[in-house]
């Protein structure tokens, strides 16, 4: 299974960007996705997941301005970053996996892609 993320950048607090993790080989074993991010010097910390029951966990610094989705069923997983703060400021990486009907982020998933590098400036 491969993970390519995409849609990093630069953008002014109070903007949006979307990102887009393309999942690619033995897709059968994913049911469950996610997106974590680590800014310098801290650790990776979990962002959003989505379940293969359609439910999604958000962090509470992402609750009501992120949104995960996921489309073409594990193939492409999306998310959505409305209103960034430049505490956003980190590398995003798409994370995906065999897990649970009701996954919820308790725990990493097996795939990671490459990461993508998010810059909000205040």
């Known amino acids: 299974v491969q993970l390519q993320a995409s849609g990093g950048g630069l953008v002014q607090a109070g903007g949006s960007l979307r990102l887009s993790c393309e999942v690619s080989?033995?897709?059968?074993?994913?049911?469950?996705a996610g997106w974590y991010r680590q800014a310098p010097g801290k650790q990776r910390e979990l962002v959003a997941t989505?379940?293969?029951?359609?439910?999604?966990h958000y962090s509470d610094s992402a609750k009501g301005r992120f949104t995960i989705s996921r489309h073409n069923t594990w193939k492409n997983v999306d998310l959505q970053m409305n209103s960034l703060k430049p505490e956003d400021s980190a590398v995003y990486y798409c994370?995906?996996?065999?897990?649970?009907?009701?996954?919820?982020?308790?725990?990493?998933?097996?795939?990671w892609g490459q990461g993508a590098q998010v810059t909000v400036s205040s």
């Open positions: 994370n995906a996996g065999p897990a649970e009907y009701y996954y919820s982020g308790t725990h990493p998933l097996n795939y």
């Open positions: 080989g033995t897709l059968f074993s994913i049911n469950a």
């Open positions: 989505i379940s293969t029951a359609g439910t999604t």
